[in-house]
């Protein structure tokens, strides 16, 4: 009995039919891609529909709200963030009806109600990598709408500085027979670059105005508080120096940009410059301008762009990845690879720790995602290079125990005791496993596991739990910083000052570290503007940054 090897390249022939009186050659009218979503995109379709973590594809997102319902319905979107209120507006009118995404920021308390009231079917929430890495193997996606800074006449795409995971979606739908249909915010006779070949390309059309790119990375060092000052000197003095971190990922917060503030002035006073944070994974986050000019850091390799940092980017190739032109070449997929495998520390914030370590960002009201984090934040168990940092802890977490050496990621996680509206940052039982029972799912959300956190520290001080052996100890570690929380005032003190004596539990006072001294004078950079003249006036930082 004869098999039929090319069904879905029929199928796409087909669609191509239906849409080709809408086109000249690949690009459309703007008024007509309505209609071109009608002709291409079938029901059940499973569609990508970027969704990034700062560059959004947001005309296009309107125009699919804009789709007769009873045409295209029921699509399983499949998108790295969920950021606009149209992402969420496709499940309300029944365009849409299940999603696996990794991020939902804005749209986390909305997400949290429509799943509530079983308006969204949430296959999983993913790391980045995972979702990616699912779309070349059982989510790869039918029809994949993306955003690009230009094209040319044949279709080739320019993504600019904020490339993200654009090329990874366009490979993994084109090359299975998928439908690529890309806005962009200009054509040009001839691109700086090609970042996305024509032949991955099916349609353009030229968006009325420019993709929106959030400046999610972009912290107001004025917003940084003393506590956080406090805290960014423990890290610098108790972790950096002491392991010699060399290659890094920070995340998203006031609280890291403190610790990128201090470099300059606190890690030079500790005679660290060429000694720490010189490779970085990460975004060109404007708080890591003063560290980039006082000579700490040598490279970054990027997720994505920031907004107003694209000047002082190309005037700085020798640390930053640009092409030919000048521009910045980010990447998600490789940068959250090189976090995952090529950096020694991750460092980020949680909203809730339990004893165990284990953390997250998902609540009952607000399920928000996580990103990168479960990626940058996990100890790569398929590396087999060492680094100083790496041997280090793998040599604390092994203490004395059998087997051959290896290494181990440090994954510190930054948490103040209190969070806003005095909510306690740790908790006995996580949110997350509260809602994966009102939400019948099989895993609660995690974020990051307890047993890849090397670190804890609040401004009571950093618990090292490669130190700890067993879980006894470990959740006492835990409790020896929770402060004036419910679990820190659970703590049994004879056993956290056995911790501290051991090296475990360390306070300000132990490292040497005068709290008096925990100030913003201690940032190299106090405010925006103070970003700006440290780099020379070639960050452009967004006009809801500047009050001058």
Known sequence: MSRTWDTARRNREARLQRAAPLARGKWVEAAEVPRLLEALVEPGDRLCLEGNNQKQADFLARALCRVDAARVRDLHLVMSVLALPEHLELFERGIARKVDFSFSGPQAVRLARLVSEGRIEIGAIHTYL???????????????????????????????????????????????????????????????RVDIPSGWVDFVVRAPTPAAVEPLFTRDPAQISDVQVLMAMMVVKGIYAEYGVDRLNHGIGFDSAAIELILPTYGERLGLRGKVCGHWALNPHPTLIPAIEAGFVRSVHAFGSELGMEGYVAARPDVFFTGRDGSLRSNRAFSQTAGHYACDLFIGSTLQMDLAGDSSTATRSRITG?????????????????????????????????????????????????????????????????LAEAMGWALPPVMIYGDDVSHVVTEEGIANLLLCRGAEERAQAIRGVAGYTPVGRGRDRRAVENLRDRGIVRRPEDLGIEVREASRDLLAARSVKELVRWSGGLYRPPARFRSW
């Open 370 to 434: 996580f990103g990168g984090a479960p990626n940058m934040g996990a100890d790569a168990r398929g590396r087999r290079h060492a680094s100083p940092a790496w041997l280090r802890a793998g040599r604390e977490a092994r203490g004395d125990g059998p087997g051959a050496p290896r290494g181990r990621k440090l994954v510190v996680q930054l948490l103040e005791t209190f969070r806003e509206h005095m909510e306690p940052a740790f908790v006995e039982r996580l949110d997350a496993h509260a």
């Open 130 to 192: 995972e979702l990616y890495g699912r779309y070349f193997v059982d989510l790869t996606p039918r029809v994949a709408l993306l955003a690009a800074a230009a094209a040319d006449e044949e279709g080739n795409l320019y993504t600019g500085p904020n490339t993200e995971e654009s090329p990874a979606i366009a490979e993994a739908t084109a090359f299975r027979d998928g439908l690529v249909i890309a806005q962009v915010d200009e054509q040009l006779q001839r691109l700086p």
